[in-house]
């Protein structure tokens, strides 16, 4: 049935038993991605900087596993050709990675029967759907599996969750609203999908002692396996996938085969299903909850991180009559809005732009995913939807929510696009047969002259549902009309409002620069000699309880002394210097983190964030040049020679404000200069 793909193939003779064996579910079985997944693979489709396949295999390399097999359907050649260009795989040359093929697999449970088959896998082994993203090391989950097993051969799968609270965006998602009941050590004694709001349990279950209730876990597609697996799947042909495995081991009383939990709390990890926990999962990597997997660190390019969780690729071109607001990444190349039209601001917030993408003037994009080569014509208006790659959109155009946009589509001008509607480039068939809730109709819809494309109207446009776009709570950071009038009125400075309190302060890194603000207001400048030592430890505990990660305390502590001295009566450029220089202690822990290469980076984004800091304030730019020369003379060594030039030779953002800092700071930079050079010569 199926065929080995890559060397090596079957036989019985591995000595498997000491080495970690990883099967990486590259298929999906399903058609919630069309039509975005008519010629690609689920897995390979981008998520934010990279491919969803390698957020996996990374899981899976610092998790210790030594052999990773990529299971497949369809789309055999591209997974193929990805698997095999990894760049992650250079920094790991005797892990084995390879794909296995079965062209003629209905379900994840046909794969597992052949691969039981072929008799290469050891005792235990991990197996994982392509689309999960963690930044958690599953290696003591492993010991934990394997010990229990020596101890207990019935133990033979332990399913991994992921505490979620309901009404998190995640949870809307189609595969992760389901209720357990548990035992001992984390015994998984049942399982349930809720119908009509009511949840049926085994009553055999509930009479096993103590038992916990739990409906706030969420289900990351992650499990530990025992051998035993395979051989359930070989003996069972009705199972189809891992939730029927689970429901059999909970029902079946014969084999007596039983299932415990590891439940986490403080890492991340989620499955990208469907187009909803696309968007979740997307949002929650541009807000570093999944650090160090974040866009600075972590995907194909480099990308600069500034304030408000904004990430600017290489040669992005942003023209004065833009403003990027928090949780975006703007693809290498991009161009975003237009220097002739100075009156029509383009706003994009919430967002991913993908590389070479072309965003005219006056346009509004919230929530949007633009792929690669995305053109969006002047005035433009779209909400909460996917664009795919080489797209366009003519000017006029408003796309509504849960909106998809096929490749290489185009659609206007001046037409507008319903809620839930999928333009596809062909004709989709069947694509929905198996999707119980999901129903498609061909439908009249204006596109515009210039289209040629298919319309479906879908009541849940590949897994949108759910998601509320008339709100705003703690896990969306929606805009709707009136948030927008509101802000139009705003001071056009974002650092603050009136009363000192900082705006959007639920994000969790405006929450964390609020805490600076009054740090720095109340135990700098309104009191005297507050020992370095209290405030190292008061920064720490606020870092801690935001949940930051170490780049964005300097820059919130940047911001926050720029923020408090514009404050005081007698602001100048001697003063606000000083203040940057007492603290260079407290810069020093988070500049100096790291060693090598690293350290060099973290200096270069440090001088980013100074300078994203002092934008706003004509003193503070006045004393930027001052403030560099002080941390470059200081004893600790803030900023080095190479760190300074290249942060002034990456003239990447055009604004106005930073040309302006350059052509202040280039007496310092001249300086610079001949003094290498005269050290050269000698």
């Known amino acids: 049935m199926g065929k080995k793909g890559g060397g090596g193939g079957g036989g019985g003779n591995w000595e498997t038993e000491e080495v970690r064996q990883a099967l990486v579910i590259a298929d999906s079985f399903d058609s919630r991605f069309l039509p975005l997944t008519r010629s690609t693979p689920r897995v390979l489709l981008p998520l934010v900087t990279t491919t969803m396949l390698d957020f996996t295999v990374d899981l899976l390399l610092k998790s210790g596993c030594q ?42 449970g046909d794969c597992l029967r052949e691969i039981e088959k072929l008799n290469f896998i050891g005792k235990h082994f991990v197996l994982v759907h392509g689309d999960v993203v963690s930044n958690m090391d599953l290696s003591n989950t492993i010991d934990e599996h394997i010990a229990r097993y020596e101890q207990n051969k019935a133990a033979i799968l332990t399913v991994i969750y992921k505490e979620s609270k309901p009404g998190h965006l995640q949870r809307e998602s189609q595969e992760t609203n389901k209720a357990h009941v548990f035992g001992d050590q984390g015994r998984l004694l049942a ?17 096993a002692g103590t038992v916990e209730y739990r409906y706030d876990l969420m289900e990351c597609g992650l499990y530990v396996c025992a051998r035993d697996v395979l051989m359930l799947f070989h003996d069972e042909f009705d199972i189809e996938d891992m939730w029927g495995a689970i429901k059999f081991i909970q029902t079946d009383q014969i084999r ?12 991340y990890a989620a499955r990208v299903s469907d187009l909803n926990s696309y968007h979740a999962t997307s949002q929650d990597i541009l807000q570093r909850w999944t650090y160090p997997l974040v866009p600075d660190l972590f995907g194909h390019g480099k990308y600069a991180h500034r304030r408000f969780n904004v990430y600017l690729g290489q040669n992005v071109l942003l023209t004065r009559g833009c403003e990027i607001e928090n949780n975006t990444i703007i693809g290498e190349g991009s161009k975003i809005g237009r220097e002739d039209e100075d009156d029509s601001i383009t706003v994009i917030s919430n967002s991913v732009i993908g590389k070479n993408c072309v965003i005219g003037a006056g346009v509004w994009l919230d929530s949007v995913y633009l792929w690669d080569n995305v053109v969006i014509e002047d005035r433009c208006i779209i909400n909460h939807s996917v664009i795919a790659t080489g797209a366009k959109i003519k000017e006029g155009v408003t796309v509504n929510e849960r909106c998809i946009i096929d490749s290489n589509v185009v659609v206007g001008p001046s037409v507008e696009i319903p809620p839930n509607t999928i333009i596809s480039s062909e004709k989709l068939e069947d694509a929905f047969a198996d999707d119980e809730a999901s129903s498609s109709d061909e439908e009249d819809i204006d596109l515009g002259d210039d289209s040629q494309a298919l319309v479906i109207k879908c009541e849940d446009a590949c897994g949108w549902a759910g998601v509320s776009y008339d709100s705003q709570d703690e896990e969306s950071t929606d805009m709707d009309d009136d948030s927008m009038d509101d802000e139009e009125d705003d001071e056009e400075n974002s650092d603050g409002n009136d009363d000192g309190s900082i705006e959007g302060a639920e994000n969790p890194y405006n929450e964390f620069l609020e805490i600076m603000v009054d740090l720095i207001r109340e135990r700098v400048y309104r009191v005297e000699d507050v020992p370095m030592s209290e405030l190292k430890l008061e920064i720490k505990s606020s870092k801690a309880a935001c949940n930051m990660d170490m780049s964005q305390v300097p820059e919130a502590l940047a911001l926050a002394i720029v923020k408090c001295a514009s404050e005081q009566s007698n602001n100048n450029i001697r003063d606000l210097k000083n203040m940057f220089l007492k603290l260079a202690p407290v810069f020093e822990i988070y ?21 994203d800091a002092c934008i706003g304030s004509q003193v503070a730019m006045s004393a930027f040049q ?3 020369h002080g941390f470059y003379d200081d004893d600790r060594s803030l900023l080095t020679e190479e760190a300074i030039m290249e942060w002034y030779r990456d003239t990447e953002d055009n604004r106005e404000e930073c040309r302006k800092i350059r052509t202040m700071v280039l007496p310092f930079i001249q300086w610079l200069e001949a003094a290498s050079e005269e050290s050269d010569s000698e």
Request: proline content about 4%; glycine content about 2%; some cysteine.
């Open 191 to 207: 399982s349930t999908k809720p119908k009509n709001n009511i949840l049926e349990f085994p009553k055999e279950s509930l009479d």
């Open 256 to 267: 007596q085969d039983q299932i415990y939990s590891r439940i986490i709390d403080s890492k």
């Open 67 to 108: 052999e990773i097999f990529v299971v497949c359907k369809s789309f055999a050649k591209q997974i193929e050709e990805h698997v095999a260009s990894m760049d992650r795989m250079k920094f790991a040359p005797d892990v084995r990675l390879e794909t296995l093929v079965y062209p003629e697999a209905r379900c994840l």
């Open 626 to 628: 001052s403030i560099i």
């Open 591 to 611: 500049v100096k983190a790291n060693a090598g290469i690293q350290q060099h980076r973290d200096m270069v984004e440090f001088l980013f964030s100074l300078e």
